[in-house]
């Protein structure tokens, strides 16, 4: 019975000195084959690892862009050239109207009864210059007296002419073809000389109104082609037919016209971009997302040279596309990092990875 007592603790113990003496033994032979890596190499070990892609500039068009609005060819407010009170409305607003159409009529009053007095002096004054004119020859009458009757003539036919235009006037007429926007009248209104009638808008052509900076406005010239996105999707051709030459003060930007072409519904006053195509640069395609801005403010990206040193390359965004941008400032083949680019400093050298570069994808996504 005591000796079965003794027996489990002596066993526990020998086993506890074995495992000692195994580990420390195990210990010592991972130390030789596993030997303290030497200075170099745990410096390898720290250098900073990157991804980069060797980019490869391409040739881009480079385009300048214009926010602006379309307006009308033209348009104009029709205003009264004299008094009276409507009679008729030929035209309603939304009416396509020919030039020369009547849009509105104002009461004539007395008008056609002094057409017919006015008619009438006319005819008398012409006789008595004609008469006079046969008395001179005859040498009944003196130069005086026929530069007279001449005078009384010609008086005549002046009040006639008037008569006729204030007649004219009482039609209020579209002056150019076009669409009546607007009626500012309606029949039994009076009007005054020189109030608004109607406003008519020409439609023949659509013109691109926009204004642009003065770092770009040298790139522009007239008769450049360019294209127009219009709001209902389509997108029209124009042509640049008008460069201001004065800046706006508050703003320092040129207005710039572009007519557009072949426009399928015409809309006035709306919000529209144009497109001119200025020159053809080579520039890489890049994701913004590896756009870098630098101390100074300068935006460039982080690249790394043939020492696998990372470099800062100021850049310039010529192009803006669907899924990158267009930049300048990089030589033709520029080692760009794409990962880990946020945590490593200008001048650091790095370890880098080398991705794939594909031609029609931008760098980085």
Avoid: C
Wanted: glycine content about 8%; cysteine-free; charged content about 20%.
């Amino acid at each position: 019975m005591s000796k079965t007592r003794y027996t489990g603790p002596i066993i526990a113990i020998t086993i506890l000195v074995v495992l000692i003496i195994w580990m420390m033994t195990g210990s010592s032979n991972d130390s030789d084959v596993n030997p303290p890596k030497d200075n170099a190499q745990q410096s390898t070990d720290l250098t900073p690892k990157v991804q980069v892609i060797n980019s490869q500039s391409q040739r881009v068009e480079q385009t300048l862009t214009i926010n602006g609005i379309t307006q009308a060819k033209r348009w104009v407010t029709v205003s009264s050239e004299t008094s009276g009170k409507v009679s008729q409305l030929l035209k309603t607003k939304g009416d396509r109207v020919k030039k020369g159409d009547i849009i509105a009529k104002i009461d004539m009053g007395d008008l056609n009864a002094k057409l017919i007095q006015a008619n009438a002096s006319v005819e008398k004054e012409r006789l008595e210059y004609e008469g006079a004119q046969k008395l001179k020859k005859q040498g009944l009458q003196n130069g005086a007296q026929l530069a007279a009757a001449l005078a009384s003539y010609e008086q005549a036919k002046a009040n006639l002419a008037s008569l006729n235009l204030q007649i004219a006037h009482k039609n209020i007429r579209a002056p150019f073809d076009g669409q009546l926007e607007s009626l500012h009248v309606e029949i039994g209104a009076y009007l005054r000389q020189g109030e608004p009638v109607a406003d008519i808008y020409d439609f023949s052509e659509m013109v691109f109104v926009g204004s642009v900076s003065e770092k770009d406005i040298l790139s522009l010239s007239l008769g450049q082609k360019g294209k127009v996105d219009l709001i209902n999707g389509d997108i029209a051709d124009a042509e640049v037919t008008y460069i201001g030459t004065t800046t706006n003060p508050s703003t320092r930007t040129f207005t710039v016209e572009l007519k557009v072409l072949n426009v399928t519904r015409s809309v006035s006053g709306v919000t529209s971009k144009a497109t001119i195509a200025i020159d053809q640069a080579k520039g890489h395609y890049i994701s913004p997302a590896l756009l870098f801005i630098n101390e100074s403010g300068d935006l460039g990206l982080k690249t790394v040279n043939d020492k696998n040193q990372v470099q800062f390359n100021k850049v310039d965004i010529i192009r803006s596309a669907t899924d990158g941008v267009w930049v300048t400032g990089l030589p033709d083949q520029a080692a760009i990092i794409v990962v880990g680019q946020g945590f490593v400093n200008i001048d650091e050298t790095v370890n880098p990875t080398i991705k794939p570069f594909v031609q029609s994808k931008a760098v980085g996504l």
